[in-house]
């Protein structure tokens, strides 16, 4: 789900981008609220942070587009970086029961995924 927000941003309207984004986090929320018994600051605070990186991350894609960057490991690193700093976020909002659950869910198999990828990077 994550991998596919940003990508959802091609050929829209800014309004229809935002639209959808906005539309993509409400679903997640309300996923991570049902699966990881999430109280009402935490709910807050999961917005907070997705809607901020996630936002940060469409402009950061639709400027390596607008400036015309054809190579899609770039891409793959924007949303790696914006990917990670959320998985970071959410370890400081989350209980030991809830990372568990929320690891279980597919994080952990996406953050194996990121460090592959940078360690490829860095040889």
Do not use: C
């Not at 050929?11 to 049902?34: A, G, V, W």
């Not at 907070?48 to 400027?63: F, V």
């Amino acid at each position: 789900m994550a991998l596919s927000v940003p990508l959802m941003a091609q050929q829209q309207s800014p309004e229809d981008q935002e639209k959808k984004l906005r539309e993509s986090i409400e679903t997640m929320l309300e996923k991570y609220e049902q699966t990881l018994e999430l109280e009402y600051w935490q709910v807050f605070y999961l917005d907070s942070i997705m809607t901020h990186d996630y936002g940060a991350m469409m402009k950061e894609l639709e400027s390596k587009s607008k400036a015309k960057v054809e190579n899609s490991d770039i891409y793959i690193q924007v949303q790696d970086k914006w990917n990670e700093q959320m998985y970071n976020s959410f370890r400081k909002v989350l209980n030991e029961e809830q990372w568990n659950k929320y690891l279980k869910q597919g994080a952990a198999r996406d953050k194996k995924s990121r460090d592959k990828r940078q360690e490829k990077k860095n040889r």
